[in-house]
């Protein structure tokens, strides 16, 4: 499912130093893994390299069943479309609204308007969104845009769920409810990595860990 | 019904390019740029017909003066069996008197030299007739064809300086589009960003791109012609009068042309933005 060989990871504009050096491991279809470590540990890094939105400096990184280095430019696109991404600053498109946004994964796959719309329709009812759905992102609070980006990451049923301190800016309530999302994607058979620096989650809810710590991983398992 | 509408509708715009590249400042500048295409289309299609009529109707006539004790029709003779002469023919003095009349008065006993009007077809060799010009003693060849060949080189020269001011304006437009879709980008990064990380193949962000620009760029070219052909009809019946002594004709202008410029504002505009932004995508991972 997703396997790094070795991989380091260098910056051009970081002066050369590596964000990421030697690291190993490998995630099992339908699992769900805790990424651990302090802010600049290279959580980000390590996610972005599996998003697709970093290449690796060294060392071979697969996703999916595809070793991206080997991968050319014209089948990313499709790689990166059965990957679900939920970014600590949400990162939605403040134009579009509710609905739009959680639709845009389907608008890019081409989905016709029919049948997104009942899908998108679904999946902002799981988020507790429907309500929402004509509202531009920028009137919701902190927690209801985390869910947003959270539907938007799962519309389109991604066979990977990479979230990046999803609950980083949330109260205990949404945090909560955040991960009890995150898990029901797991539950229904996605592969699930969620990138925290919160020891109490991982507590909380136990599942398998990689911890990092500058830049390499420390413990597996 | 009408809210799917309305969704679909705004999920074409996914990058915002409505408000990104709006319809003001770009199709104005675009339509200025139409407006001098359409003086340079008219201009080079103005002298390309102007110096095909002098070559046609003008280069191949030629004067030819004999003394006036020389026999005419000796010469004529020699001249109507040189290759490529048309025609040769004396003009009457009768003609040749109401002609200086304007300028000398009535004179009926000032001695008037012969003139043949002589006609060459097209691409003759002059060469044979100057030849037989210098066997006639006092024979003068007045080269009416010199002054119309250097008309038809200035006519020529206008053609190609226009078609040249054509490219130029070509060129400006497109570095119009590249600023604006530069702009776009610009206004736009975060979200092509997210675009691109959920998995929008270039060539469909800069479609977006590319269709938006092409639309702005029609749309102000075809704005610059609704200026442009009221003035080019203008200028039409301001010049013909004076170039080829009669009145306008609608098909004097070059329309083919002119209604092709929308098209071609539209394509410099679909081209540079696809260019400018598969070249800004490609530094992406």
Redesign the interface.
């Known amino acids: 499912m997703v396997r790094f060989s070795q991989v380091g990871l260098r910056y051009p504009e970081g002066g050369g130093a590596w964000a990421l050096t030697g690291i190993d491991f490998a995630l099992a279809p339908g699992s769900f893994t805790w990424l651990l470590g302090a802010s600049g540990a290279g959580k980000s890094s390590l996610l972005g390299l599996m998003h697709l939105s970093l290449r690796a400096t060294e060392g071979e990184v697969e996703v999916l069943d595809s070793r991206i280095a080997r991968l050319q430019r014209r089948g990313f696109p499709a790689l990166r479309r059965r990957i679900g991404v939920v970014f600590q600053d949400y990162r939605l498109l403040p134009h579009l609204s509710v609905f739009e946004n959680a639709a845009l994964p389907l608008r890019i796959q081409g989905m016709t308007e029919a049948r997104l719309t009942a899908d998108v329709r679904e999946i902002l009812r799981w988020v507790g969104l429907l309500e929402r759905a004509e509202s531009p992102p920028t009137t919701l609070s902190g927690g209801e845009q985390q869910r947003l980006a959270l539907a938007r990451a799962v519309v389109a049923r991604p066979a990977l769920l990479v979230a990046d301190e999803p609950t980083g800016n949330l109260d205990a309530a949404q945090a909560r409810r955040v991960i009890a999302l995150l898990r029901e994607m797991h539950r229904l058979g996605t592969t699930v990595i969620v990138a925290t620096h919160s020891e109490a989650l991982p507590e909380e809810y136990p599942a398998p860990t990689l911890r990092l710590e500058a830049g390499r991983l420390v413990s597996h398992g | 019904m009408a809210e799917?509408r309305l969704?679909?509708l705004?999920?074409r715009d996914?990058l915002?390019l409505r408000?990104a590249l709006a319809d003001r400042l770009l199709p104005a500048l675009v339509g200025a740029m139409a407006l001098l295409a359409a003086l340079a289309l008219a201009g080079a299609d103005g002298a390309g017909r102007l110096a095909e009529r002098w070559q046609q109707g003008e280069a191949g006539q030629l004067l030819m003066q004999l003394p006036r004790e020389t026999p005419v029709e000796p010469v004529l003779a020699r001249l109507a069996a040189l290759p490529g002469v048309a025609s040769v023919a004396a003009v009457p003095e009768e003609r040749l008197r109401q002609l200086l009349a304007p300028w000398l008065g009535e004179v009926p006993d000032l001695p008037l030299p012969h003139m043949i009007a002589i006609t060459l077809r097209m691409e003759t060799d002059q060469i044979p007739l100057l030849e037989v010009v210098q066997t006639i003693p006092g024979a003068q060849l007045e080269l009416r064809s010199e002054a119309v060949r250097l008309a038809m080189r200035l006519a020529e020269g206008l053609r190609a300086l226009s078609l040249a001011m054509l490219g130029i304006i070509g060129l400006v437009a497109a570095a119009l589009v590249a600023v604006a879709t530069r702009a776009g980008i610009a206004a736009r990064r975060?979200?092509i960003l997210?675009?691109h990380?959920?998995?929008?193949?270039d060539g469909?962000i800069a479609g977006r791109f590319a269709r938006r620009l092409a639309w702005l760029c029609a749309l102000g070219a075809s704005g610059g012609l609704a200026f442009a052909i009221p003035a080019l009809w203008y200028l039409a019946m301001q010049a013909l009068p004076v170039v080829l002594a009669r009145d306008a004709q609608p098909d004097d202008l070059p329309w083919a042309w002119l209604a092709l410029l929308p098209a071609a504002a539209a394509l410099i505009g679909w081209g540079t933005a696809l260019v400018t932004l598969r070249a800004w995508l490609r530094r992406l991972?």
Request: glycine share 16%.
């Open positions: 799917a969704r679909q705004r999920g996914p915002g408000r975060d979200t997210i675009l990380e959920l998995g929008a193949r469909d991972p």
